[in-house]
């Protein structure tokens, strides 16, 4: 048994060792990347913008107790 799993970049389906890369199963960090940033504009799309209405919950967040939110 070979130990080796070559398997096809997601993106680019070039063929690559799996394990052979730290950003395995992708080919490149390059790849890796790209994928990374359709996640990222799905992301962008299903959101909707922010309204100021959106802020007006913020009135009953618990400043104080232990989940109080915490500000770089
Ligand atoms: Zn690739």
Do not use: T
């Amino acid at each position: 048994m070979s130990e080796k799993a070559v398997v096809p970049c997601p993106i680019c389906k070039q063929p690559s060792e799996f394990f052979a890369e730290p950003v395995g199963p992708f080919c490149s960090n390059r790849c890796k990347m790209v994928d990374f940033g359709k996640w990222m504009n799905e992301e962008y799309v299903i959101s909707e913008p922010l309204r100021p209405d959106h802020f007006e919950d913020l009135d009953d967040l618990d400043m104080e107790g232990p989940n109080a939110p915490r500000y770089m």
